[in-house]
Each structure stands twice: as structure tokens, then as C-alpha cells.
């Protein structure tokens, strides 16, 4: 009889046990960082698509519970998370602020209800700037990050396009993940920051495969995305590296200028792009009649982002006014680069003409060369039309003889080697 009962209660304890939802949430519960202290300071804005090609209320609840497992790991009195809904028309569902507690958020963005319709996604982009420009001037230096759920191309293709431009040179970081055989992937490279953005899943379920990869890129402990080679077979020298390119009317064309960008996005290759103490960091200035810096050093933090933003860039049209360049990256190596005696600082110039007020340039040159700043020069152009540098300019604005490089045509950019020996490889075994 007492094994009868001992027998009873043993059962009953085990039925306990399977059914308690402590053990059911402990086994499907995604990775979280041992304390939010490991996460950084963030500004998430989620755009999802509930368009008709979702083809369920449930797909569309999918895309939800993603979005509440993501920012399980963030703490909400100091970051804040937006959400935006798209189909014909874009709705901002949750607004920065909205919610400051965790479980407020995860109950509000369950109850969104899928409306269905077409993708309209320039519309959802166009409301993302909206609530990013209202905020931004009380969150200075804090990162913002758009992380677009799709399973469509966009309605209006030309229209998307265009709001990308703008969310490009806003910098905020954006993710982009695509769902199903129906996505437009040029469309989600143009989207995303950079190559190592752009996520493309077979269905819905898959969401939960890349949460740690997306959670990585604020809180350590997760596997943040990178195309950087790994650590154990490559070190670095850090530096901070300002490349400055000519896009006056000498290049004649778009074509010619993505020449420039292509043979600097192949120079990158040759650093190492991060954050940490020993990886590099990458600005871009560009010049004409005027110049402006198209990113600085702390806009892009993998290589491929920053080539990403490199291949972005237009042509424009003007005057050789290379001074100015010269101004900015002065500038900016003042007010950014940084103290670490250890960084070095380079100045990477590609230029197809003759500066217009040569004079004026020559101040800013020995400006730089009293500094730290090396300096390379690369020329373009002098026998083939397009563009006609200075040599004697061109020797006088890099550090030494061997930091100048001259081509006779811009697809002779392809055959220059720049060695800046940053980064140090040994072979994969």
C-alpha cells in the first residue's frame, strides 16, 4: 500500500513538472545577456509589412512576436522603441515614449491587427524620418536603428528609391529582412546599411533563426553581423581615414565617378572596420565647386557597410575647389579622430584635375603637413581626357614620394595596389 501511494506520488510530481511553464519557456527562451548593462543605448523603429501577401492574421502575429522577443533585451527606461505598420497606407502604431516598461510594450504591439493591402513601403520609410526628425535633437549621439520585415518588392518601386536617399544621409542604421521567394533583394540591399544588413528568410517561422544576430548589434554576448575576417586569422592597426573624392565636372559622368568609388570600396578591403581599439575607422569628403562630408569616422562600423555607403554616392558637377575638402578633413580629425596615440590618421585623396585656386590649397597643404596626418594622393587622367591633375600638386599634397599614384585612364584604377599595411592575415589552414 505505501508503494502504492509512493508510486501515486511520484506521478503526480511528474506531471507537475512537465506541465510547468517555468521548464516550457526555459527551453524555447532565445539567448538574453546576462544583464541589460550589456546592451547599448538604442532608438529601434520596427516597420512591418501587413499587406495581403501575408495571407493570415497569424503570419502578421509572427512578425509581432518577433518584434516583443527582440526588445526583451533592452531597457526601457533609456531606450525607446517605435513601430510602424505598411500596407496601401503607414501607420505609426507605437510611438517613441509610448510605452517605458517592457510589458506595457509587448502587450500593446500584440493586440496591432493585419489590415492587408498592397506594399506601399516608401510610405512606412517616409513615416520612419517623420518620427526619427521629432525626437532626434533630444537624443543626441544616441544610435537609431529601422528594421524593415517584408515579403514583397515594393508598389512603387521609384518612389521607395527616393525616401532611401534621405534615409541614408539621416544615418540612421537600417536592417532590412526579407521573407519568401517574393522579395525584391536589390530592393533590400538598397534598404539596408550594408550587405551585412540584409537578412532573407523561406518563411515567417524563421524570424526566431536571426533574433541573436539582430540582438548582437547592441548587446555583447550575441553574434553581432560581420564581414570582417575573423580575429583569429587577421590582426590590425587601428587608424582613422578620411577619403576624399573629386566629383567635378571633369569626371563627365556617373559611370566615371563609380569608377573613384569602386577602387576606394576596394581599398577598405585592406582595413578592418569596428569598433573596438585595434579596428579602423572610415569617413568619406567629397568635392566640386563646394565639398561636404558625405559620412564621418563613427557613421558605419562593418566593412561593408561603409563600402555600401562609398557605392551610394552621386555625381555631381563643378569646380576643382579642393581646398575645401582639405578644410573638412582637418576638421574633423580635430573634433573626431581619436587621442589614441596608437591610431594613425590618413588622408586618402583621388582626384582627376587642377585645383581652381591652387594658392589657397597650398595654405591647407602645409596646414596638414604639420600635423600627424598622412597623406596619399592618387591622380587621374592626364592623356585620356577625362580630367588633367597636376602632378606637381599631386606630390605636394601626399606625405612622401611613395604615397602618390597616377593613372592615364580611370579603369587603370583597378591596376594600382595601395598598401596602407594595416591589417596583417595569416593563411586559413
Not at 489590415?115 to 513601403?121: A, E, K, R, S
Not at 559611370?255 to 569598433?275: H, M, P, Y
Not at 590618413?346 to 595654405?363: A, C, H, Y
Amino acid at each position: 500500500m505505501m508503494n502504492s501511494a509512493f508510486s501515486a506520488q511520484i506521478s503526480w510530481i511528474l506531471v507537475v513538472l512537465l506541465l510547468s511553464p517555468v521548464l516550457v519557456i526555459s527551453q524555447d527562451q532565445p539567448f538574453l545577456p546576462r544583464s541589460r548593462d550589456e546592451c547599448e543605448v538604442v532608438d529601434l523603429i520596427f516597420i512591418l509589412d501587413r499587406s495581403w501577401s501575408l495571407r493570415s492574421p497569424e503570419n502578421f502575429q509572427k512578425e509581432l512576436s518577433f518584434v516583443a522577443d527582440v526588445v526583451s533585451v533592452l531597457d526601457f527606461s533609456k531606450s525607446r522603441v517605435s513601430v510602424i505598420t505598411f500596407s496601401d497606407d503607414a501607420d505609426l502604431n507605437i510611438q517613441f515614449n509610448e510605452y517605458r516598461t517592457l510589458s506595457s510594450f509587448q502587450n500593446a504591439i500584440r493586440t496591432l491587427p493585419w489590415v492587408g493591402g498592397n506594399t506601399y513601403t516608401h510610405k512606412a520609410i517616409e513615416m520612419m524620418l517623420s518620427e526619427y526628425n521629432s525626437h532626434i535633437q533630444t537624443r543626441a549621439g544616441i544610435t537609431t536603428i529601422g528594421v524593415i520585415i517584408t515579403d514583397g518588392g515594393s508598389t512603387d518601386p521609384y518612389k521607395l528609391e527616393d525616401v532611401v536617399k534621405v534615409v541614408h544621409n539621416d544615418r540612421i542604421e537600417m536592417y532590412a529582412i526579407g521573407v519568401g521567394d517574393e522579395v525584391n533583394r536589390q530592393e533590400l540591399e538598397m534598404l539596408a546599411t550594408g550587405y551585412d544588413h540584409v537578412f532573407l528568410l523561406n518563411d515567417l517561422n524563421s524570424l526566431s533563426t536571426i533574433q541573436d544576430k539582430l540582438v548582437g548589434r547592441f548587446c555583447r554576448g550575441t553574434p553581432a553581423p560581420t564581414q570582417a575576417p575573423p580575429s583569429d586569422l587577421c590582426e590590425s592597426d587601428p587608424a582613422d581615414i578620411f577619403f576624399i573624392v573629386d566629383k567635378s565636372s571633369s569626371l563627365q559622368s556617373q559611370e566615371n565617378f563609380n569608377k573613384e568609388l569602386t577602387f576606394i570600396a576596394r581599398i577598405i578591403d585592406s582595413i578592418i572596420v569596428g569598433t573596438g581599439r585595434d579596428d579602423s575607422r572610415v569617413g568619406l569628403i567629397s568635392f566640386s565647386t563646394n565639398a561636404s562630408l558625405s559620412f564621418g569616422l563613427s557613421a558605419y562600423t562593418t566593412n561593408d557597410a561603409v563600402k555600401s555607403a562609398v557605392l551610394r554616392e552621386k555625381f555631381t558637377t563643378g569646380d576643382t575647389y579642393t581646398h575645401k575638402a582639405f578644410n573638412i578633413m582637418l576638421e574633423q580629425f580635430r573634433n573626431t579622430a581619436r587621442r589614441d596615440p596608437r591610431v594613425k590618421k590618413i588622408g586618402f585623396i583621388v582626384t582627376d584635375g587642377q585645383s581652381t585656386d591652387p594658392n589657397t590649397l597650398k595654405q591647407y597643404i602645409e596646414q596638414v603637413k604639420s600635423t600627424d596626418i598622412e597623406m596619399y594622393a592618387v591622380g587621374c587622367c592626364e592623356k585620356s581626357g577625362a580630367g588633367d591633375f597636376d602632378s606637381e600638386e599631386l606630390n605636394m599634397m601626399a606625405s612622401k614620394p611613395s604615397n602618390v599614384f597616377h593613372v592615364d585612364d580611370l579603369d587603370d584604377l583597378r591596376t594600382i595596389s595601395v598598401e596602407l599595411n594595416l591589417k596583417r592575415c595569416r593563411d586559413q589552414k
